[in-house]
């Protein structure tokens, strides 16, 4: 949303409670300033000079909200609060993952794993298409960011084409609403209002479910192993075993063709969990090679890659500082090898 369509949104902001924002920019002078904030709203975000663009929230000033801590290298891309409305309590959440962006996962589980809630109500950009929230194609993005949802029980909001009463022109779908078990969200519409972009306006209201529990346990599910840790060849054979217990009617309803869907891939994703190589053998013969390496020196290599992949995209300051404080840990916990053993 740019300045510009902040502007057109005045005159119908004084129903409008909060506004979730991606891919705005700000006023860069002396520090990062919202632009066209209405007069009665305060704005949230973690812009700077270096980032003026990513994430904001804007809220209206008779409530109480109160911002939350982010990544460093996240922050510009995700704001966050809490805030105390007369129908419950919010975790607000506006996400902005840039196209070039190839992983999903490395901007939305950071933040999932530390500040969700059951009353976490996320707005997010997430240029990923998926029919579930009416792009005209599944793609790798989205498949991944359905997988995430799931994993973490994010009821998505969005609602089909079919039970929409207006529907924007020029637009991918790739902007999604979810929220967690302790928040029903209704009335989720596209509003006619011109956005000036290929993103159009999104109205919704929220309201808090009393009757859920305080305390939140996340799903914890058994990942999919990667490509490169599945034996193909078993892989095969166990999905050709599953689907021929499988039956495929023909003349199938909307609703029976996602079942489907989701049948068949509970039967891939299976085979590949079974088809998993055991990398236990291949840890075992590596430390014969090498006695000195431990699970503590992998985890301190692990997490300096991380680091380096965050500052070869990001090239800020901060990163650099993180991603050259990592390296010296690693490289003070490494045994005196010659750097031919290393």
Request: aromatic letters at 10%.
């Amino acid at each position: 949303m740019s300045a510009n369509q902040l502007a057109s949104l005045k005159e119908s902001l004084s129903d409008i409670d909060f506004v979730f924002i991606q891919e705005h920019y700000a006023i860069c002078i002396n520090s990062s300033v919202l632009a066209n904030v209405p007069p009665g709203y305060v704005s949230f975000h973690s812009l700077s000079m270096d980032h003026a663009y990513g994430a904001a929230i804007i809220v209206k000033s008779c409530y109480v909200a109160k911002p939350r801590t982010l990544p460093l290298h996240l922050s510009n891309y995700v704001s966050c609060i809490d805030v105390t409305t007369c129908v419950g309590s919010f975790r607000l959440m506006s996400i902005y993952v840039r196209p070039t962006s190839g992983d999903i996962s490395s901007t939305l589980r950071p933040i999932l794993d530390v500040h969700l809630s059951p009353t976490t109500v996320c707005a997010i950009d997430s240029n990923a298409k998926n029919n579930l929230w009416n792009s005209t194609l599944t793609d790798r993005k989205g498949l991944e960011l359905e997988s995430i949802l799931s994993d973490y029980r994010l009821n998505l909001a969005n609602v089909p084409i079919c039970d929409l009463d207006f529907i924007p022109g020029g637009t991918s779908f790739v902007d999604q609403t979810f929220a967690g078990d302790g928040v029903t969200i209704s009335r989720w519409f596209f509003l006619s209002i011109p956005s000036l972009s290929d993103h159009p306006y999104i109205y919704f209201e929220m309201l808090a479910n009393s009757h859920h529990p305080v305390v939140y346990t996340p799903k914890i599910t058994k990942s999919i192993p990667h490509i490169s840790s599945i034996n193909k060849s078993t892989l095969i054979n166990r999905v050709a075993v599953g689907l021929t217990k499988y039956v495929f009617p023909n003349d199938l309803t909307c609703d029976q063709l996602q079942s489907q869907i989701v049948n068949l891939s509970q039967i891939i994703s299976a085979s590949a969990r079974s088809a998993k190589v055991d990398t236990a053998v291949v840890a075992g013969a590596f430390g014969r090679r090498m006695p000195w390496w431990t699970k503590p020196l992998c985890a301190l290599r692990a997490k300096t890659r991380q680091s380096y992949k965050i500052w070869s995209k990001l090239r800020s300051a901060e990163s650099r500082v993180v991603y050259q404080a990592n390296k010296a840990e690693y490289q003070r916990e490494l045994p005196n090898m010659s750097p031919l053993e290393i």
